[in-house]
């Protein structure tokens, strides 16, 4: 009795570790919203498991697989017809490293709605599918999700439908789950709005802001009113005390003024609008003639100069004494200023709109605070003022310096246009060589090599300039391999990816490898429908195609369930498959056959089939590996890696997200071992 007790346990247990490899980290409930007598609104509301996010609709061009909605043949339906598109809650953008791009995504809930239009009043349902992609800090899940929204028989009754109509059955299926939405989850609350990573986000914006400020009192325009400031209010004023008060008063309202204008960015755009504006091609065109121009100025090219009379006026202000004089002293220090600030607040302030919300106000607070601490400290200390360098050629120098910054930044700002456009003329070989160009010669600047306008003579060079010179050269050798195709990862995200490469699709210089022969050591051709996958292995797409080929060369499969979006997959190949002992098993002796379970292209019709998991056709090629896998191995999350041997057979663990490199090849060449024990 106790020993079947115990048998019992062990098959339970086994039996929910089995089941719980099916992920469902999204579950989708839906409601039906009546605003007219002929039109209503289309609810999706998506429930987000802790740890994982959904993908928006609005995602650029190489980055992971969109949420889309499809409703068939909508376009030739005479019962109903969509109106406009599918618009989505608000939702979180941040950088991704992998993807080197912006990405919109949703934490823990989304809501998505469709307006329809009924024409035809006896209309009993209308059905549709959701693609979409989840993914957590480990694996990513690809699903397709059919819906059916059920009217009853009085649909189109105001008593059936009202604002707060749920008189709607509705049935969500697909993926490996094929289960109806519980009632509680139905009628679960969702938040109107998707809460972002507000401290971590706007104290990384403050201190970025706060350092572009501090490089802006480097400057020639600032550096030298900080002192002739300083010593104006404390020789001026009648006591100690008052000369601080009246610096403080200036330093708060040269915070006011820039938190104003940070505050006018923040109520004129809001954060979709503005998202939405900064990654379209005539901001980032904008961005890149205005650096551009910015860049010449700080150079020594000519100035940017506000006009005299707003000058003036605002000097006039300044005479008038009071708190209104201060403040019109901190007026005068923004314009006089400005050939130097308005580069690099304005490129600061541009950025933190791009995240919607306050971030502009904490921006140029963070940046303002910087200008105006040094008035503070010098009027609590002034005998600091005795120690503060000079004003002369340096100041010229740091100017420069931001000069050089400026034009590399600017071709960031064209590359944008160019894998938006798909010019294809920006690669990444050009845009290296390109920053390669700027900061090599801003190096031989350093160095006093070469003069610009306003420079002063340079009997020889300090030890702090040097030292510069030094790190900007080294970070010039260190981008070069980026040509060869190096990830040079200190700059990840800034330069255009790897398939932007045009001319050397694999770095300069560099040429395909071929495979080798076993246990022959000669080079052979690639084989029939094989492919050059990650880091240029050859690999299969098709699972027969490749089975076929390893027990051709007899060797194992390595089988790879990944996606063209995956995230980890992609870290996996990047950070994981480059290193040499797994480099080298993977080219000699493996079969790589990666079976990608997003990809989109229609099966043939002779191939197409009904599913086991759902009764639905499966008609692309992704559906098919993603069900081989979810039948086989009873999962659907990638990346997902087997060793079998050339019958099929798995003589391996799954494996999934495994960033140890060590540990990945352990259990790489373990499975290699034990193909060639059998």
């Known amino acids: 009795m106790i020993r079947n007790l115990i048998l019992f346990a062990a098959f339970l247990t086994t039996v929910c570790s089995i089941q719980a490899q099916i992920l469902n980290p999204v579950t989708w409930t839906g409601k039906v919203e009546k605003l007219s007598e002929t039109e209503y609104n289309l609810i999706f509301e998506a429930a987000i498991e802790e740890n994982w996010h959904l993908y928006s609709q609005d995602l650029p061009e190489g980055g992971p697989l969109p949420t889309m909605f499809i409703f068939e043949g909508a376009e030739s339906n005479t019962d109903y017809k969509l109106i406009g598109s599918v618009t989505e809650s608000p939702y979180i953008t941040d950088y991704d490293k992998v993807f080197e791009m912006d990405l919109n995504y949703f934490d823990n809930a989304a809501t998505f709605t469709q307006k329809i239009e009924l024409l035809n009043p006896d209309l009993n349902a209308i059905t549709g599918t959701i693609d979409f992609q989840a993914c957590d800090d480990a694996r990513c899940i690809y699903q397709q999700k059919s819906v059916t929204f059920s009217f009853s028989e009085s649909a189109t009754t105001d008593a059936a439908l009202t604002t707060e109509a749920t008189n709607l059955t509705d049935i969500f299926s697909g993926g490996a789950s094929i289960e109806t939405s519980a009632p509680a989850q139905a009628t679960a609350a969702i938040p109107e709005t998707n809460e972002k990573p507000e401290n971590k986000g706007l104290w990384t914006i403050f201190f970025t802001a706060f350092f572009l400020g501090f490089l802006v009192l480097l400057t020639p325009c600032v550096f030298p009113m900080i002192p002739m400031t300083v010593s104006f209010f404390t020789k001026q004023s009648k006591t100690r005390a008052s000369g601080i008060k009246n610096a403080l008063l200036f330093g708060f309202f040269i915070i006011t003024i820039y938190t104003l204008l940070g505050t006018a960015v923040s109520a004129l755009f809001g954060s979709n609008a503005m998202y939405e504006f900064s990654t379209g091609v005539t901001f980032n065109l904008i961005m890149f003639v205005a650096l551009l121009i910015f860049a010449f100025s700080f150079l020594g090219g000519f100035e940017i100069m506000l006009p005299n009379s707003w000058v003036n006026k605002v000097d006039s202000g300044a005479n008038r004494g009071g708190v209104i004089g201060i403040f019109f002293m901190a007026l005068a220090l923004a314009v006089v200023s400005f050939s130097c600030t308005f580069p690099i607040a304005g490129t600061a302030l541009l950025d933190a709109a791009t995240k919607g919300g306050i971030a502009p106000i904490i921006s140029m607070l963070g940046f303002s605070s910087a200008i105006a601490l040094p008035f503070a400290l010098f009027a609590f200390f002034p005998s ?268 391996s663990e799954p494996v999934g997200y495994m960033p140890d490199a060590e540990e990945y090849y352990n259990w790489l060449s373990n499975g290699v071992e034990r193909f060639k024990a059998q």
């Open 384 to 651: 600091w003022l005795n120690s503060m360098p000079k004003s002369g050629g340096w100041l010229n120098t740091v100017k420069v310096v931001l000069g050089f910054l400026e034009l590399a930044f600017a071709f960031k700002f064209l590359s944008m246009v160019d894998l938006v456009l798909e010019w294809h003329i920006l690669t990444r070989e050009l845009f290296l060589a390109i920053w390669i160009a700027i900061f090599g010669t801003l190096g031989l600047y350093l160095l006093g090599k070469i003069k610009l306008p306003h420079d002063s003579p340079l009997p020889h060079i300090s030890v702090g300039r040097l030292c510069m010179a030094l790190l900007t050269l080294s970070f010039t050798i260190y981008m070069i391999p980026g040509l060869w195709g190096a990830p040079v990862e200190l700059i990840s995200g800034f330069p255009p990816p790897m398939s932007t490469n045009s001319e050397s699709p694999y770095g300069v210089g560099y040429s395909k490898r071929t495979t080798i022969s076993a246990g022959t050591g000669l080079a052979t051709e690639l084989p029939e429908h094989a492919h050059y996958g990650p880091n240029n292995i050859i690999a299969f797409h098709d699972y027969e195609h490749g089975l076929a080929y390893a027990k051709k060369v007899n060797k194992p499969v390595m089988l790879d369930f990944t996606g063209l979006t995956c995230v980890n997959c992609r870290k996996m190949e990047e950070q994981v498959w480059v290193e040499e002992p797994i480099l080298e098993l993977l080219n000699n002796e493996v079969v790589l056959i990666s079976l990608y379970v997003d990809d989109r292209k229609k099966l043939p019709e002779n191939e197409q089939y009904e599913s086991e998991l759902t009764g639905n056709t499966v008609t692309t090629y992704g559906h098919k590996w993603l069900e081989f896998q979810q039948v086989r191995y009873n999962t659907n999350a990638q990346p997902l890696y087997i060793i079998q041997d050339t019958n099929g057979n798995d003589i």
